[in-house]
């Protein structure tokens, strides 16, 4: 009994850590979501942004003193969009964190491995050529099935070139990238040319899209995605030390693998589809984590999905106004920090 | 500490599946529980292949292995985890892990459905090992801040937080200076579990295993103890030197040596 008790206490203290730490993120996450709301070409105060949202939710708790035009943009343009891009940002994120530490590269990445290319992919067949033949759920569906096939691509390709070492894996993710992105082009160029622009601009990567009843796909996938992943956490630290220790620590490695590998495709997959590409952010926070919490992932995953979604939040904030009152697609404004932090990476790695 | 488990091996071999290559042809052994069974070889005999096929690693394409009667494939991956653990020689990519966490994997096999989380007893088990290795000073450091020579005592430490059976080891003592060979060759020596190591050097295996097995290009040349299996005849054959048996004075120790010609 007292040894329970006190099992149970130091079970306590390895939680404090990770509890403060979820704690203050939240905080962050709460900080930036009200300025990201605020800021745009109309500014709106913070006070009015909360009392919008509050009334929204528990009707007449305050007295309407805003226009019936500002509360429309908070509610139904700048605050799904926000929800959006923290739901983009954590998922891109944990992806990042799970495959690196299932490939044992750090270098990892939706988007460097073409997984975020076959997601569009899929998604642009379903927007120019196939018609939405299950309603909304086509899309996403599509681009998940795309994500998976390059997927299997990169894993195929790399088995069949002997590319195993960190450097190749993503060198046959770019290059099956490539080979998508062609393919994808020529599904736009075939289109149809009144919706190429739309396609085009969505494929660039851009929150704008947002919209209340759609919110529900991606928050879905990416909860019950987040904590089928949060409870392997042990799998995931094993995987880094590499396949025969793993195994000989009772983890059926190839099998593993190959779910993890499923449910990155998925997430990336639904991302990508109400999203767009918006490249780097699962190569970015996690290390940038790691450097922070260290290498445990039970800290890594779930820091990393909030990192992922305050640092989407800030970087819309800034898509949005460095050509105000123009709204820069996200995708560009990610990849160019992220190419830089790539550069960055590559010279600390070598 | 568990109790030792006897091993079975029933002509076990392995063919390489793309090219057909047979690596290793087929061998039987029998080790009694709690003994130290050395497996001797040059490079590309066969040893790291037999020790992937003892730790559950890959399937033997012919043969059974049975622990304590119990054929290792009959059970789940899991369970043989509990029963036998394994310190190799894979290089670990930098994932920023400490030393305390890479040790705390070995609880991983024992864990029900969240495993993330350590309680008392892992604690306890995890401090014991640290301590058993001496690297409770840099428990919390970074495994890419220590030397080859740490890093390996880390993986033993793992491996014995993994509070096996049996344990398994692929060339111990590289990278390790002198001091440290003879640390861990100590330390394999007074666990009471049954162990089974590749080892390079004959007379260190001669010292420390009660069991030898010789392998030259996948066959097995010879089986028993180290002062039947180390004769001139077998070494010269398997190695392909010429071999003297001396005795160091004043211990009057038997010694090998190994000549070209």
Known sequence: MKNKIKGSLSLFKINKGLGLLI????????????????????QISTSTVWGVIINKLYPETFETIWSKGRESIVWNV?????????????????????????????LADPHLLGISSGGAFG???????????IGLLTVPLMAFLGALVATSIVLGVSRFTAATSADRLVLVGVAVSFIIMAGANILIFLGDHRATHTVVFWMLGGLGFAQWDHLIYPLATLICCGIWLFFKTDILNAMTVG??????????????RLIVFTICALITGVMVAFSGMIGFIGLMVPHVVRMIVGGNYLRVLPVSAFFGAILLLWTDIAARTIMAPEDMPIGIVTGLVGGIFFVWLLRRKL | MKSPVSIDVNDISWTEPRNKQKILHPVSFNLDPGKILGIVGPNGAGKSTLLRLLYRYQKPSTGVIKIDGKDIWSMSAKKVACIIAAVLQEQITDFALTVREIVALGRTPHKQWFGSLNDLNDEEIIENSLNRLCILKFADRQLNTLSGGERQRVMVARALAQETRLLILDEPTNHLDIRQQLEVLELIKDLPITVVTSLHDLNMAASICDEVLLLKEGHSLAFGHPDNVFCKSKISEAFEVITKQEFLVPSNSKHITFHLA
Not at chain 1, 95 to 106: C, E, I, K, M
């Open chain 1, 23 to 42: 704690l203050l993120s939240i905080f962050v996450l709460i900080i930036s979501l009200s300025l990201a709301i605020s800021v745009g070409a109309v």
């Open chain 1, 78 to 106: 700048r605050f799904p969009r926000s929800l959006l891009a923290i739901i983009v940002g954590s998922g891109l994120a944990i992806v990042g964190a799970s495959l690196q530490a299932v490939t044992r590269n750090p």
């Open chain 1, 123 to 133: 998604a642009i067949l379903a927007l120019l050529h196939t018609g939405l033949f």
């Open chain 1, 243 to 256: 396949d025969e220790t793993a195994t000989t620590l009772g983890i059926r490695v190839q099998n593993f």
